[in-house]
């Protein structure tokens, strides 16, 4: 596969159908692929494709040093290309003024990264085109909210315990926002401060109140690409809120964050019928 | 001839340590595949082997992310305010990497430059550091490249060196001899310190080349990647930027000293808006010219231990040693300031 | 749970029912517990989850948010908004085992002063039963 990509975007970049391509090439210090922009067909033999492309690509669509190298050409996976659709109905990217490779995927990752139990994208919807075949032996998936529901069965306090400790240990480096495609503001509100809503102090406190507003910012919204928590420095399993929020969009929405751009975005949106049981 | 402590006895020691009231660190496998540094509740939390180094480093114990430094209230059309003391907490930081606490010394350049920082005086005087030298090496490391090793001393009050049945035990300070003492053997054997990484930069030329190619649009092409988060500063043991901000209410609140990071598009704005180092291609080249060049040229000495963290830490692969590479070379010429 | 302990309330009412049902609470003379602090906003759409998540960190021991009944809001749908995020930051909050049953959620319209006082009365009663939110109140004062 990496051979045809390779082609394919030699073709994309002599042709000038698009100025650069963002993919995946192998880093010289870990030997892992990490993400590089590739500008002149000559230097296409730097892609790479393997089982290690964990790096979810569409963040960089929105980063305006990215933007000014002109018409990109993304390699995406399944998973990442949900984003796509997030952004393209939040407004954030003109999809039409992009070329979109689509990798299928039997799973990335060793050990696999945890997304890949439940993943039903193994071919990426809406590519402009597809590198590589449905992979033949993937069983059925997992069902999708799984580790959240075997964290639900734990008693309140005991979950209360579980995030202390997890925010405990926050660094507020914000690798997790940085890395997520959806957190593209350009002003972060942990950011402001004339006057400051939230405290930058990694205290236990402020970082519970990062923790929700993070993951509460991506209602609806997130994708599950599991980006964030994969680059977590101290292992924090973000997964879990993010799971819950997609869990609670589908149960009372029917909604998938970035699988039909035709409905509209759950937050944006309302319903008379909307559950209220809980209001007095 | 050496002074050894058992393996078994180690354990011990620490539980001792943490008897006597100190405040001790050390690695600590929080969840699998995470090994940190952190206060240890017990001896029992300690791991000294299974993984290369933490992903974290020890600065935290001595230049804490968040550290109130003044406290305030409002009453009327008067502020009161109260300043917070120095902490006194006698603590030891046990299975420190050589390349954690080689870069104590280097803190201290700055943190006693041109006004003394007591917060982070006061409690680098009270801590002890107990290094344990290192067995393996990954493909980050590259504390050779600045004149350290597996069994560098440098910030070092003791360093243990895995033998046979224990750790040999070499006090490096008073500090370090009053925490052993009387809790080693002498025996026959010495340690043999293990190899480290290969001399992989020389930073003697990579200063001249940051000197020279200031403005080289290579900053450009080397930043697109990078996302602007604070993994590499976070967990870098050398980096110290922090950032003064009043936390509170109406009726008043307190002044911390929190972590800050030169990647953030925030670290340089201005109140008027204005930001001189408006893109990220400016923010990796300063990254890069404070460390190796910046830095050396102010206080004599490299602002990297060659931990490799920066490169572990990346969610896309960047660190210090790809960017040298890619820099200046990876030809090997002499080593030093 | 100590004789002497006085739930603290916080309650973000919007202006146009809940704050005019409360003052007309008031006016007839209505009783109710003190230990409710009101503050007014233009809607219950304004209400970010921030506020509440504030509200505890400082020292709420239980939150109440309360506006226009549905189709009554005066911006039209701000209710309906803030309705849906209800539900799905209730989840979020379960998920970090932050206690929902003190966090409560009710349409009150400008002529309900009596809703009001009812609603009050038993949230502070349910409250001194419950105790102080000792488990958030812990991790607002811890410093690491
Ligand atoms: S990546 Fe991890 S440590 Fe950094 S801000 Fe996010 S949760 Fe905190
Ligand atoms: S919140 Fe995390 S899992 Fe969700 S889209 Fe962002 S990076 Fe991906
Ligand atoms: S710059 Fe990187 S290699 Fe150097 S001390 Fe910091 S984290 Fe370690
Ligand atoms: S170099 Fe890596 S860790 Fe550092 S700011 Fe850039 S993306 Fe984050
Ligand atoms: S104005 Fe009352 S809820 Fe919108």
């Known amino acids: ?280 | 001839m050496s002074e050894l402590i058992a393996q078994e006895a180690l354990p011990g020691l620490v539980a001792k340590w943490l008897a006597q009231g100190k405040r001790v660190a050390g690695p600590s496998v929080v969840k699998p595949g995470y090994c940190l540094y952190v206060e240890l509740k017990s001896s029992a939390q300690l791991a000294l082997e299974g993984f290369i180094r933490p992903r974290n480093s020890i600065k935290e114990f001595v230049f804490p992310h968040h550290e109130a430094i003044c406290r305030y209230h409002f009453s009327g059309h008067t502020v009161e305010t109260e300043d917070c003391d120095p902490p006194q907490v006698d603590q030891v930081i046990v299975g420190a990497r050589p390349c954690d606490a080689a870069a104590l010394p280097i803190l201290d350049h700055l943190f006693t430059w041109d006004y003394e920082d007591k917060f982070y005086t006061e409690r680098r005087k009270a801590t002890t550091v107990v290094t344990l030298a290192c067995q393996a090496h990954d493909d980050a490391c590259f504390c050779t490249s600045l004149d350290l090793g597996p069994a560098a001393e440098q910030g070092s009050d003791v360093l243990l060196l895995a033998v046979p049945g224990g750790y040999e035990v070499r006090c490096l300070t008073d500090k370090g001899r009053a925490l052993f003492a009387g809790e080693t053997r002498t025996v026959e054997q010495t340690a043999v310190v293990p190899p480290g990484p290969p001399v992989m930069v020389a930073p003697g030329t990579i200063m001249a080349f940051l000197q020279a190619r200031y403005d080289d649009p290579m900053w450009a092409d080397l930043a697109l990647r990078c996302l602007g988060c604070g993994a590499c500063a976070y967990t870098c043991p050398t980096c110290h930027c922090f950032d003064i901000v009043d936390e509170g209410t109406a009726a008043g609140g307190c002044r911390v000293k929190n972590w800050d990071c030169c990647q953030f598009a925030m670290f340089t704005q201005h109140a008027s808006g204005h930001n001189p180092r408006s893109g990220q291609s400016q923010r990796q080249r300063q990254r890069i010219q404070h460390k190796f060049r910046i830095y050396p040229e102010k206080f004599g000495v490299m602002l990297c231990t060659g931990c490799g963290n920066c490169a572990r830490n990346c969610p896309v692969g960047l660190g210090v040693l790809s960017t040298l590479k890619e820099t200046a070379g990876s030809a090997p010429v002499e080593v030093g300031v | 749970m100590s004789e002497d302990f006085e739930p603290k309330i916080v309650a973000f009412v919007c202006n146009w029912c809940t704050y005019l049902a409360a003052d007309l609470a008031g006016t007839n003379r209505l009783e109710y517990p003190p230990n409710v602090r009101i503050l007014r906003l233009p809607c219950t759409g304004r209400v970010d989850f921030n506020l509440i998540i504030k509200a505890l960190e400082m020292g709420a021991d239980a939150v109440v948010v309360s506006g226009c009944h549905p189709g009554d809001c005066h911006y039209t749908a701000g209710n309906y908004h803030a309705r849906r995020r209800w539900i799905l930051f209730r989840e979020l909050l379960e998920t970090m085992g932050i206690e929902t049953n003190r966090i409560f959620f009710s349409w009150i319209s400008a002529a309900e002063s009596k809703k009001w006082q009812h609603m009050i009365t038993e949230i502070t009663d349910q409250i001194r039963e419950m105790g102080p939110y000792t488990a958030y109140h812990e991790i607002s004062e811890a410093t690491a």
């Not at chain 1, 945890?114 to 085109?129: M, N, Q, Y």
């Not at chain 1, 032996?137 to 580790?147: I, N, V």
């Not at chain 1, 400790?165 to 997790?176: D, F, K, L």
Request: net charge neutral.
């Open chain 1, 1 to 280: 596969m990496t051979g045809q990509l390779r082609e394919r975007c030699r073709r994309l970049l002599q042709d000038g159908a698009v100025q650069v391509v963002i993919g995946y090439g192998v880093s010289t210090s870990d030997g892992m692929p990490h993400p590089i922009f590739v500008r002149r067909p000559d230097d296409v033999d730097k892609l790479i494709w393997n089982e290690q492309c964990m790096a979810n690509l569409t963040t960089y669509l929105t980063r305006d040093a990215v933007k000014a190298l002109g018409k990109p050409a993304i390699v995406v996976k399944g998973c990442d290309a949900r984003a796509l659709v997030v952004l393209e109905q939040e407004c954030q990217i003109d999809r039409s003024a992009m070329h979109v490779i689509g990798m299928a995927c039997a799973g990335v990752g060793s050990p696999r990264a945890p997304k890949c139990a439940s993943c039903d994208v193994h071919v990426p919807a809406a590519a402009d085109e597809v590198i590589g075949e449905a992979p033949a032996q993937t069983g059925p998936a997992d069902p999708p909210y799984a580790e959240l529901e075997e964290f639900l069965q734990k008693s309140p306090a005991e979950r209360f315990a579980y995030w202390r400790e997890e925010a405990a240990r926050c660094i507020r480096c914000y690798a997790c926002r940085e890395v997520c495609p959806t957190c593209y503001c350009p002003r972060c509100i942990v950011d402001k401060n004339r006057p400051a809503c939230l405290d930058t102090s990694a205290t236990v406190k402020a970082n519970f109140a990062w923790h929700v507003t993070r993951a509460f910012h991506q209602a609806g919204r997130c994708t599950g690409c599991g980006e964030c928590t994969r680059v977590c420095p101290v292992g924090i399993n973000m997964r879990l809120l993010n799971q819950s929020l997609a869990r609670a969009a589908d149960e009372h929405f029917g909604y998938r964050a970035g699988t039909n751009r035709e409905t509209p975005p759950i937050i944006g949106a309302y319903g008379l019928e909307d559950k209220e049981s809980f209001i007095r």
